[in-house]
């Protein structure tokens, strides 16, 4: 039987940047929406909960580029975890 196990550095990679796209796309519908549009967007998406007490669109450029980068490390451990977690599994389960 051949064990299959995940690259902890690759799916760290592709989480993070999928993160990160995610990250930027948000910023973008912020950017282009408005502040009644991102409101829509994000109360439709998730359900109807209301978000308008908790959108603030005034974020500095900093700020922006701190979060991006915080967005593509957290997916980076996120994606590694998983892949250390599954490979653990698979070395327990060949035993």
């Known amino acids: 039987m051949i064990m299959k196990t995940l ?6 990679m592709a989480v993070g940047l999928t993160a990160g796209l995610l990250y930027v796309g948000c910023a973008l519908i912020m950017l282009i929406a408005g502040q009644e549009g991102t409101t829509y967007f ?49 070395r327990r389960g060949s035993a």
């Open 7 to 12: 690259d902890a550095n690759r799916l760290g």
């Open 42 to 90: 994000f109360n439709s998406l998730l359900h109807g909960l209301d978000v308008s007490s908790i959108v603030r669109m005034e974020m500095s450029m900093w700020q922006t580029c701190t979060g991006f980068l915080a967005t593509l490390v957290l997916g980076w451990l996120t994606g590694a975890c998983v892949a250390w977690i599954y490979n653990m599994g698979q």
